[in-house]
DNA sequence: AATTCGGGGTC
DNA sequence: GACCCAGAATT
């Protein structure tokens, strides 16, 4: 396996790579500068959590926007915690995975009513919480709170399956990564260390075209000597996604435009939405329209990708002034409770990139036009 | 152990 | 287009 041979150099590695980080680190709004971190400074743990959970799959880049946006509106927990989530969401969108928002207000709550708004300084008990998995409790108690802890995210997956050129296949190569890096970690700035090792997966040791020349390690890697860089780490292969069609529905009224709330469970769950025809994951939609009218059928106005599918998607226009929306009238199209917004200040409504994307081909296309 | 969750950057 | 990303929760 190599891992057991190769621990004898490991705290050489790690000096390499700590004194590396303090001429090379991100400058990022939630990161304590590698200078100040040394004389013992710690990152507020509320920016810590909230920028750990919004990175969960998520670049850097997309993140900073929204974590400033974040701070400024609600600069602490509590003040997370008394917002409502339909206002977190709506803040949220764009982001994706909106799990993590619906969890990330509950563990708000959770710490602002049960933990006396402070966060817990122990891994064991920050994986408790909502949203905090493996990953993001290390992450918390290393660079929150200055433990020692074992930090491997995808940054570190490729440095470490590298360094050692760990064969085997993910997930399983998993346990033989997270050797490797428990032999890394330093005892103390633990969380420092594990921010260096992400920089250097972002900025050097990437996933495609590795900047090998510039790895402070370069000379430890295992396998850069056997020149197979790009092969580590070793993933299974990944399936075809399917191609999905479905339809939504733009139905205005006196300039506004009628929203509905998805269901708290599944694919873009509690987020508000145009009303659609039941497209899913699994299956194309109905195609058919939840009211009568007249209506305009503008075809595959929208090619959307997700994970695991494709979506194509037509967008069935509807514009009248006589449309009443009845409480109880429309269990079968999902109507009910659904909630007219102001197409001026549709931005605000919070949709996710799909509608968002299907909003914009609307409006560039001037819809009232047709009325 | 597999699947289900978004969306934007990159090549 | 295909692949990747400071993963977690569910099945």
Partial sequence: MGVDRITGEAQHITAKISAHYVDNARNLPWRVPPKLSASGQLPIPYHVWLSEVMLQQTTVAAVIAYFQKFTERWPSVADLAAADEAE???AWAGLGYYARARNLHKCARHVTENLGGVFPSQEAELLKLPGIGAYTAAAIAAIGFGQRAVVVDANIERLVARLFAIDAPLPKGKTDIRIGMDALTPNDHAGDFAQACMDIG????????????????????????KGD????????????????KGRFFWIEQNEKLLLVTRPAKGMLGSMRALPDDGWAAGTDGHGQSP??????????????????????VDLAVYQSDKIVINKGDNKETGLDDALWWPIAGIEDAGLPTLYAKAVRWAVKHKLKDHK
């Fill in 229 to 244: 860089q790009e092969r580590y780490p070793v993933k299974p292969p990944k399936k075809a996604k399917p191609l999905r």
């Fill in 88 to 90: 977190v969401l709506a």
């Fill in 291 to 312: 009211m009568d009218g007249d209506w305009q059928i503008h075809e595959n106005i929208v090619q959307h990708s997700f994970t695991h599918f494709s979506l194509e």
């Fill in 202 to 225: 972002a900025s050097i040791c990437t996933a495609k075209a590795p900047k090998c020349e510039l790895c402070p390690v370069q000379t430890y890697c295992r396998a850069l000597a």
